[in-house]
T-cell receptor, first 111, second 114 residues
Framework: AQRVTQPEKLLSVFKGAPVELKCNYSYSGSPELFWYVQYSRQRLQLLLRHISRESIKGFTADLNKGETSFHLKKPFAQEEDSAMYYCALSILTGGGNKLTFGTGTQLKVEL | NAGVMQNPRHLVRRRGQEARLRCSPVKGHSHVYWYRQLPEEGLKFMVYLQKENIIDESGMPKERFSAEFPKEGPSILRIQQVVRGDSAAYFC????????????FGAGTRLSVL
């Protein structure tokens, strides 16, 4: 069965420091991975997808199939990055995609 | 475009009562997903629906839970005879045809069972 693991419940960094939020997955098929973010009092929203290979708000994530990882990185943390971050794996099902989420990492950026 | 709308935001029920959670997808979206988040856990897939059809209900508990997405109106997640273990946040997401792997989430309904 598929699984997504985010080992850190809380990650606290200082403003300007590098950030790395860890995500590992297990899936026998070809994975499609996402990072979702939930800011305080807001709904869950898509941050980025591995297929796009894009940088959003300074964040990047590279899929490493050898290590089955999809870590989220940012070189310099900003205060507004404080939020809950969820890594998710997409599984095809009947024409749609169901998401398997990790338990999330709370990122706290301190001044 | 108001996005995915869920109501109510908070729902309190006593054990044995019924809970009805509503989800209006983004206008034009034909795919709806329901997820449940228990305390200290990630969101867990429950059911995937298209208009008038349940496509995948592999994450739904076998008893007391049902879902529908009628031709007209919102998607409904119904929990009969609620128990304390049903207390959770329930999230709905929708996606458009042709881009099913991008899901837009509602703000969730927090169900508390007394």
């Amino acid at each position: 069965a598929q699984r997504v693991t985010q080992p850190e419940k809380l990650l606290s960094v200082f403003k300007g420091a590098p950030v790395e939020l860890k995500c590992n997955y297990s899936y026998s098929g070809s994975p499609e991975l996402f990072w979702y973010v939930q800011y305080s009092r807001q709904r869950l929203q898509l941050l980025l997808r591995h297929i796009s290979r894009e940088s959003i708000k300074g964040f990047t994530a590279d899929l490493n199939k050898g290590e089955t990882s999809f870590h989220l990185k940012k070189p310099f943390a900003q205060e507004e990055d404080s939020a809950m971050y969820y890594c998710a794996l997409s599984i095809l099902t009947g024409g749609g995609n169901k998401l398997t989420f990790g338990t999330g990492t709370q990122l706290k950026v301190e001044l | 475009n108001a996005g995915v709308m869920q109501n109510p935001r908070h729902l309190v029920r006593r054990r044995g009562q019924e809970a009805r959670l509503r989800c209006s997808p983004v206008k034009g979206h034909s795919h709806v997903y329901w997820y449940r988040q228990l305390p200290e856990e990630g969101l867990k897939f429950m059911v995937y629906l298209q208009k008038e059809n349940i496509i995948d209900e592999s994450g739904m508990p076998k008893e007391r839970f049902s879902a529908e997405f009628p031709k007209e109106g919102p998607s409904i997640l119904r929990i009969q005879q609620v128990v304390r273990g049903d207390s959770a946040a329930y999230f709905c997401a929708s996606s458009p045809r042709g881009a099913q792997n991008i899901q837009y989430f509602g703000a969730g309904t927090r169900l508390s069972v007394l």
